[in-house]
């Protein structure tokens, strides 16, 4: 992992379980924000970021 980056977590908006975790540059000032699958839901929701 570079020094420049970050891990955060993405978080399903609608069941609130951490799925997924990922870099992210540090300077970066937007919100990610993706469509991944969960499997706690069975399909696929938007995952948001949340810091560790
Ligand atoms: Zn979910």
Same mark, same amino acid.
Request: hydrophobic share 20%; glycine share 4%.
């Given at each position: 992992?570079? %020094?420049? =980056? *970050?891990?955060? #977590?993405? =978080?399903?908006? =609608?069941?609130?379980?951490? %799925?997924?975790?990922?870099?992210?540059?540090? *300077?970066?000032?937007?919100?990610?924000?993706?469509? /991944? #699958?969960?499997? #706690?839901?069975?399909?696929?929701?938007?995952?948001? =970021?949340? /810091?560790?």
């Amino acid at each position: 992992m570079k %020094n420049k =980056e *970050r891990h955060v #977590f993405l =978080e399903c908006t =609608e069941c609130r379980n951490r %799925n997924y975790t990922t870099g992210k540059r540090i *300077r970066a000032d937007y919100k990610l924000e993706k469509k /991944k #699958f969960c499997k #706690f839901c069975g399909k696929h929701t938007p995952h948001r =970021e949340k /810091k560790l």
